[in-house]
């Protein structure tokens, strides 16, 4: 992560300053980025597809679902820092609080939702589950 | 830490709280000022700003409508109804195309907006068009996997899995066909206006809107795709 942010606080190098000033500040702190940080997250989000995608073609390993969700996660936090260039900056404060607020949501939302219906499906008695279950 | 100089000093120095309170008034009083001097300068800088802090919250409450959807797929996947399931129907390298074709139209609209840095009106077009293209070849590939599925006795109708799969997949879809239509649009309003504060602001907006997008597809090809043959 702090590596990530480095990358994106690298690209108000030379051109960042003539920018930085005017531009950049008054579309939340660089919306625009950079074609060097554009780059770097679209070759970081092909690695990150072609790989889970290569391991599930071929069938490669143990755990599979694990090592999916590793990379999806993964492959979000790229697109969240090189293509929407949100970071911690003063003027994405807000941007990153609704974010991370969302995330926590997501969370509860998709855990809870899998938690609770696995309960159901394995606290329910076999005759009700007839016919329904694939 | 008014309190903290009082706690620190004892009741001798209890002068020292009223002391700091009337400097950050003095301050307070400063700021106003210097700001109406930029005010001009600022207000449309102010403005688009707001938008896009506007936006942004749009994008997180329909990151929630996407949550609720991923939910009920997660859910009910596993209830095919004796039909076909998620091993039989997908094609990974028809999906992997489908994520390439987004995956690189997410670079070139960023590449859209980089031009629109610049101010060069014929490279945001191109890229725009570009992007266009590319989103316009992943929204007829799922149109064609559907029409697929439905010839093959696999629609929405099949099973809850089947209805889940639909519902997750077509809003995002939908989701991709606004965000075409608000490009063709945009393409359109740059080429007559060129780049005012407004078109510079929705260019932005649109920008957003197509990455998070591709954020969702993510999700899709992960829970969806990958799991499901996995």
Not at chain 2, 6 to 14: Q, R, S, Y
Not at chain 2, 70 to 96: E, I, K
Not at chain 2, 182 to 205: D, H, I, N, Q, Y
Request: aromatic letters at 10%; one cysteine or more.
């Amino acid at each position: 992560m702090s590596v990530a942010n480095d990358a994106i606080a690298g690209h108000g190098g030379p051109h960042g300053t003539i920018h930085g000033g005017t531009h950049e500040s008054a579309y939340g702190g660089g919306v625009h980025g950079s074609r060097k940080s554009y780059s770097i997250g679209f070759l970081l989000a092909i690695a990150l597809t072609i790989i889970p995608f290569g391991l599930v073609m071929t069938h490669a390993s143990v755990g599979t679902p694990l090592i999916i969700a590793v990379f999806a996660v993964a492959q979000i936090a790229v697109h969240v820092v090189y293509f929407l260039h949100v970071n911690r900056s003063e003027a994405q404060r807000w941007n990153l609080m609704a974010l991370v607020f969302t995330g926590i949501v997501v969370c509860i939302i998709l855990g809870g939702s899998i938690w609770i219906m696995h309960n159901l499906y394995i606290n329910m008695m076999p005759g009700m589950m007839q016919g329904s279950m694939g | 830490m008014s309190t903290g100089s009082i706690t620190a000093h004892g009741g001798a120095l209890a002068f020292r709280p009223g002391y700091a309170d009337n400097a950050a008034h003095a301050l307070r009083d400063l700021r106003p000022a210097s700001e109406t001097i930029d005010f001009e300068l600022q207000h449309h800088h102010d403005a688009a700003s707001t938008a896009q802090l506007g936006f942004w919250i749009y994008l997180m409450s329909d990151c929630l409508l996407f949550a609720g959807l991923f939910a009920t797929y997660s859910v009910l996947h596993v209830r095919s109804a004796g039909g076909p399931t998620p091993q039989s129907l997908f094609d990974l390298p028809y999906v992997l195309a489908e994520t390439v074709f987004l995956l690189v139209s997410s670079f070139t609209c960023g590449l859209a907006t980089l031009a629109m840095g610049r101010r060069s009106r014929g490279a945001t077009l191109g890229w725009l068009a570009v992007t266009f293209g590319l989103g316009l070849a992943f929204v007829g590939m799922e149109v064609h996997e559907f029409a697929h599925l439905v010839a093959d006795n696999a629609g929405p109708d099949r099973s809850a899995f089947l209805s889940s799969f639909f519902t997750l997949v077509a809003t995002h879809g939908l989701h991709v066909t606004c965000g075409l239509v608000w490009m063709a649009l945009m393409m359109v309003l740059v080429m007559k206006k060129g780049f005012t504060p407004s078109t510079e602001s929705r260019l932005a907006c649109l920008s957003l809107f197509w990455h998070f997008l591709d954020i969702i597809w993510v999700g899709v090809f992960s829970l969806v795709y990958l799991l499901g043959v996995a």
